[in-house]
């Protein structure tokens, strides 16, 4: 059975850093698209960032530069390191997995639970 | 970027209606659509991909068509289950995956 399970999640100060983690069971991180995406209280989905099975990492304009996607094939876990925290980063993240693929893209078949991300002084 | 515009953004419905959710792109994405339902305090689940295809398990009162700019969600008899927030979501534009703004079908 598939199952994404986030973890890291928290408050933290504008300005201070956090490391998200989605632990995978059921597949295969490294074999699959695995992605981030957010959603701030009350609000719709936004996509942050992608990270591909061959390792080519992509990410939304509002965190470009501040966030990094990695994986340790190992563990089977995603992560995200978020950096230069702002108030409009406070959202509910979700890890999902890219299934159905076209040649070139997925949609996510399977999501995490999510864990929240609260900024704030 | 491409935009994804989905109406109404709120719709009112009995058990047993007939209920259609439309999605508009701002620019051509051929099939690669997906609708998501999502609860309160839950993760969207996928229903349909490539604009029509029901996920495994998903009730065949769900149907998706279109292609090109324009998607419609179908459920053909509300049920209780289905009181809940939809998004369309387009993956034809990589990366930068895109979804509509939800839309919340509610009990009248």
């Known amino acids: 059975e598939v199952q994404l399970v986030e973890s890291g999640g928290g408050l933290v100060q504008p300005g201070g850093s956090l490391r998200l983690s989605c632990a995978a069971s059921?597949?295969?991180?490294?074999?699959?698209?695995m992605s981030w995406v957010r959603q701030a209280p009350g609000k719709g989905l936004e996509w942050v960032s992608v990270?591909?099975?061959?390792?080519?990492?992509y990410y939304a304009d509002s965190v470009k530069g501040r966030f990094t996607i990695s994986r340790d094939n190992s563990k089977n876990t995603l992560y995200l390191q978020m950096n230069s925290l702002r108030a409009e980063d406070t959202a509910v993240y979700y890890c999902?997995?890219?299934?159905?693929?076209?040649?070139?893209?997925?949609?996510?078949?399977?999501w995490g639970q999510g864990t929240l991300v609260t900024v704030s002084s | 970027d491409i935009q994804m515009t989905q109406s109404p953004s709120t719709l009112s419905a009995s058990v047993g209606d007939r209920v259609t959710i439309t999605c508009r792109a701002s620019?051509?994405?051929?099939?690669?659509l997906a609708w998501y339902q999502q609860k309160p305090g839950k993760a969207p689940k996928l229903l349909i991909y490539?604009?029509?295809s029901l996920e495994s398990g998903v009730p065949s009162r769900f149907s998706g068509s279109g292609s090109g700019t324009e998607f419609t969600l179908t459920i053909s008899s509300l049920q209780p289950d289905d009181f809940a927030t939809y998004y369309c979501?387009?993956?034809?534009?990589?990366?930068?995956?895109?979804f509509g703004q939800g839309t919340k079908v509610e009990i009248k």
């Open positions: 999902a997995r890219g299934g159905y693929c076209s040649s070139t893209s997925c949609p996510f078949d399977y």
């Open positions: 059921g597949f295969t991180v490294s074999s699959n698209y």
């Open positions: 990270i591909y099975s061959g390792g080519s990492t």
């Open positions: 620019q051509s994405i051929s099939s690669w």
């Open positions: 490539k604009a029509s």
């Open positions: 979501q387009q993956y034809n534009s990589y990366p930068g995956w895109t």
